[in-house]
């Protein structure tokens, strides 16, 4: 789960991070107290999406000529001018695809004197198995040119687990990010705090780009962008609260309802596969046929009827789905019940597409049975590269 910039530096700050003065702008009429807020003259109007890239950005409603997502003013009213273009309009970055999202939520911060911009981030590193912090002096809105062209400037930093942060690490991360001075002495604080928060909230990346040098020598966290692990969720009702489903997908959120474990893609294949190794190799194999996956979705190994019927309509929900594969091996999942979920889900919604199902395993004459009884126009198959050149060659024609 996503959380917004403004949400993410307000977590940091009650583990002690030092962030700037800001306030949330979530509606025009916001915007008279949020300048009474800040001290200004130079302020901060910060485009709030789950996307990077907002400040190369460009609205859609503006034309290529406009100010990106992330825009200076040194007046109220140059702060409700760029509130008065931003808010409620379509902001297109590389990571939003031409579709873009729509801004509905602003951070107006209290500006700050740059003399350094540095990259930081914590995540799971998958080859050391620890949780590693990765830095760079270069940081800023290039940072993956800098990972592409130079990586050698990117240091990674595991942590030990048993002692959390140590003296020495907070040594290697000064060293690496080049810090003197009071800075060095502010990370010293610093990089044990955001180690904390990681760990505490059970994040699975906290990213600070940038990282700032102010120029009176102290470290400032100036962005924000943190990511939590969905299922630990449970344990954090507080993150829970600030979850923005509107800028989420609606399949997605649909899916989560159910537990399903379900990651909308741009293909026309709809998959419904139990295990995520077996969805993973069914959109491996779609692709080799020359196809894309339009989705990830594993029922898992206790699915009910009522789960894979939820399961059927979420993917035939997506317009772009011009053909469904449903793969599964009965394990755990019991194929009759997969067969029932499917035949009451196209009972009620209809199938207008090419159906491809292979069952394997437990209950699986069951499962066929309810199937071929059923009345549906579906297409079986015996295995799993059968079932792919099969749906392949349904959704071409």
């Known amino acids: 789960m996503n959380i917004h910039e403004y949400q993410a530096k307000a977590l940091l700050k009650s583990f002690?991070?030092?962030?700037a003065m800001g306030v949330p702008i979530l509606s025009k009429g916001d915007v008279d107290a949020a300048i009474a807020a800040l001290p200004g003259p130079l302020y901060v109007v910060k485009s709030q999406i789950h996307a990077g890239g907002r400040g190369k950005g460009k609205f859609k409603e503006l034309g290529p000529d406009a100010k990106g997502g992330v825009r200076l003013a040194r007046?109220?009213?140059?702060?409700k001018a760029h509130v008065a273009e931003m808010l409620g309009n379509t902001l297109v970055t590389k990571q939003t695809g031409d579709a873009g999202k729509q801004v509905n939520r602003?951070?107006?911060e209290d500006g700050a004197d740059i003399d350094r911009e540095l990259y930081l981030s914590i995540l799971v590193d998958r080859e050391t198995g620890r949780v590693s912090f990765v830095v760079s002096t270069e940081g800023g809105m290039d940072i993956e040119a800098v990972a592409e062209e130079t990586p050698e400037k990117i240091h990674t930093i595991a942590i030990d687990p048993e002692t959390g942060v140590t003296e020495a690490d907070c040594a290697a991360l000064a060293d690496a990010l080049e810090l003197k001075g009071d800075a060095r002495t502010d990370g010293d604080t610093l990089f044990p705090i955001l180690y904390k928060a990681f760990t505490e909230k059970d994040m699975s990346l906290l990213e600070v780009n940038p990282l700032i040098v102010m120029t009176n020598g102290h470290l400032r966290v100036l962005d924000a962008k943190v990511s939590f692990d969905n299922n630990a969720l449970f344990r954090h009702p507080d993150i829970v609260e600030l979850r923005d489903t509107t800028e989420e997908d609606a399949k997605e959120i649909e899916a989560s309802k159910y537990d399903l474990a379900y990651v909308a893609l741009d293909g026309n294949i709809g998959c419904m596969v139990n295990g995520a190794g077996l969805a993973m190799a069914t959109m491996d194999i779609i692709k080799l046929y020359g196809a894309e996956p339009a989705n990830f979705l594993d029922v898992g190994g206790g699915a009910t009827k009522e789960k894979v019927t939820a399961a059927f309509k979420i993917i035939t929900a997506d317009p772009n789905v011009k053909g469904i594969l449903v793969n599964i091996f009965g394990g755990i999942m019991r194929c009759d019940i997969i067969a029932e979920g499917v035949v009451?889900?196209?009972k009620e919604v209809g199938l207008k597409v090419p159906l491809v199902v292979r069952l394997e395993g437990t209950n699986v004459e069951e499962g066929k049975q309810i199937?071929?009884?059923?009345?549906?126009n579906v297409i079986?198959?015996?295995d799993l590269d059968d079932a792919a050149k099969k749906i392949v060659k349904a959704v071409k024609g």
């Open 371 to 376: 199937i071929n009884e059923s009345g549906l």
């Open 380 to 382: 079986s198959a015996d």
């Open 106 to 108: 602003l951070y107006l």
């Open 344 to 346: 009451a889900a196209v």
């Open 16 to 19: 002690g991070a030092p962030v």
């Open 75 to 79: 007046s109220a009213e140059e702060v």
